[in-house]
């Protein structure tokens, strides 16, 4: 729901809504807000930025990690110049604006902002300070022109990848932007031309220069099997350490990275050379597996045999209301419920059984429907099982 005026903002409200449910949405006062965002020698920042409630940002070593259950929050785009106008800011809040500087030698730029400071029309600006923990890589391709449909994986030693699809205007260069100092990258390139690099060390404030040598590129079968020997349909397998995302069991994945009915997984423009997948189906731990890649031709791996998940969650209600039942419901991030439909609990405590080791929320609503809460939680192979107190006080019917 949203209110078409731009001298006003209305937060969000979270819920399940039942026929006869009426809701209570909140107006407060918005603004317009100039912004001109320059690094500290004076060059423009560019890219792309994010405003969110200050209320809702949570300061980690001085880096801001924002919840998502914000009442306020929107991303925008600076312009060559550094500036930008963002309308309907609410004027009534403190607010935190992330700057993304893309330039080597900074890192993410976080900026509160009271709501005093606030004012329609008015320019705030925002400088972005050198960070002597960033680093940057750049790559380049050497002769080749890169097809626009190929896309960079970029996969540190230590945490997920992320994927970059290499557009026209990435065909003889890409830049990372700021990454942690310290730590080692490895870039890879899938498509009909592809390519790996060693692994590269970011040091602090430089940017190291790598060239990946493209060449035609080549393929992977497999079949992806429970412990039993039957075929797992929506498995899937990725190269290198991306976190895969599902809706509602399924991952969101291309129809050629996820198996048929009969557990049959066709990788193509893989990278030549030894490389290592990721296989994975929802209930089942991930597996790793080494295969060598030859340009032009299809590896067959044969059987991937995945074993059952052993994560579990345990959800204990408090401030729960005499009589009431709620529904419990876990997912990950940006995606749907698990479980489907949410159970309905009567009791204090819910335990969820079989999950794979990965960063989840769980969501609690009353049976009839209403607002959520929730709260995240993360399951590691260090830690498969996990407590979660979840205070339903705030739930009325």
């Known amino acids: 729901m949203d209110v078409i005026d731009d001298h006003w903002f209305a937060a969000p409200v979270e819920a399940i809504c039942t026929m006869d449910q009426s809701l209570e949405l909140k107006v407060q006062r918005a603004a317009t807000v100039k912004i001109r965002a320059v690094y500290d020698d004076g060059v423009p920042v560019t890219g792309l930025g994010e405003v969110c409630e200050a209320a809702n940002a949570v300061m980690t070593r001085g880096k801001a ?71 940057g890589l750049r790559v380049t391709f050497g002769e080749t022109q890169v097809p626009g449909d190929c896309t960079l994986i970029l996969e540190p030693a230590v945490g997920a990848a992320s994927t970059f699809p290499l557009r026209e205007a990435y065909t003889s260069s890409w830049d990372s932007g700021s990454l942690r100092s310290g730590q080692s990258y490895r870039v890879s390139v899938t498509g009909p031309l592809a390519g790996r690099s060693e692994w590269v060390t970011v040091p602090s404030g430089q940017t190291v220069e790598i060239v990946v040598a493209l060449k035609p590129s080549g393929g992977a079968k497999l079949r992806i099997l429970d412990p039993g020997g039957k075929p797992i349909a929506n498995g899937c397998a990725v190269i290198g350490s991306r976190l895969v995302s599902y809706s509602q069991g399924k991952p969101r994945l291309g129809a050629g990275n996820v198996s048929d009915e009969t557990g049959n997984v066709h990788l193509t423009g893989l990278p030549p050379g030894n490389i290592e997948l990721s296989v994975e189906a929802w209930g089942f731990e991930l597996s790793r597996v080494s295969v060598q890649i030859k340009s032009g031709e299809d590896t067959d791996l044969g059987d991937v045999v995945l074993h059952r998940a052993k994560g579990e969650i345990t959800v204990i209600l408090t401030g729960m209301s005499s009589g009431q039942r709620y529904r419990v419901g876990v997912g990950q991030r940006f995606s749907s419920y698990v479980v489907v439909p949410p159970p309905i609990v009567d009791g204090e405590t819910y335990v969820l059984r079989g999950l794979p080791c990965r960063q989840y929320v769980v969501a609690v609503t009353l049976e009839s429907g209403g ?27």
């Not at 809040?93 to 700057?99: D, I, P, W």
Request: aromatic share 8%; proline share 4%.
């Open 65 to 135: 990690a924002v919840s998502r259950n914000y009442s306020f929050a929107l991303s925008f785009s600076l312009s060559t110049e550094g500036t930008a106008e963002i309308p309907k800011v609410p004027a009534e809040m403190a607010l935190v604006f992330t700057l993304a500087c893309k330039r080597s030698g900074y890192s993410k730029s976080i900026h509160r902002i009271d709501a005093a400071q606030i004012v329609s029309g008015q320019e705030l600006v925002l400088v972005a300070f050198r960070s002597p923990e960033a680093g």
């Open 371 to 397: 607002m959520v809460v929730s709260r995240e939680v993360e399951l590691t192979d260090w830690s498969s099982a996990q407590t979660v107190y979840v205070d339903v006080s705030e739930l009325k019917p």
